[in-house]
Nanobody
């Protein structure tokens, strides 16, 4: 059974940096999978932040391009390095995973779509004060 557990959330002032991580367990061997970060602020829908494919390809939301970096290691630990944080980055950050291959077009259009991801962590809170 796939399980995802986030860690590393906290409070930081605007302009600062924070790194959050997600430990994944129970992944089937030799299966292509992608992982992603989503976030949800109070009163808003959950939105995709960044995604990474099994071959290392990445996708970022326009709002975080140039400031956030997604990565993962061979031990299925997903990380999100967040720099130049803004108050609007505040929210609950969720780790997600899905199995299967992507076409070039589907990766470009759906990599940050909630409906693509079947497995979710419980979330870690990130608060940025201005």
């Amino acid at each position: 059974q796939v399980q995802l557990a986030e860690s590393g959330g906290g409070s930081v002032q605007a302009g600062g940096s924070l790194r959050i991580s997600c430990a994944g367990t129970g992944f089937p061997a030799d299966s292509p999978y992608s992982m992603a970060w989503f976030r949800q602020s109070p009163g808003k829908v959950r939105e995709g932040v960044a995604a990474i494919r099994v071959d290392g390809a990445t996708r970022y939301a326009d709002s975080v391009k140039g400031r956030f970096t997604i990565s993962r290691d061979s031990a299925n630990v997903l990380s999100l390095q967040m720099d130049s944080l803004k108050a609007e980055d505040t929210g609950m950050y969720y780790c997600a995973a899905m199995w299967g291959a992507w076409s070039t077009s589907s990766w470009q259009t759906r990599a940050l779509s909630l409906r693509e991801y079947a497995y979710w962590g419980q979330g870690t809170q990130v608060t940025v004060s201005s």
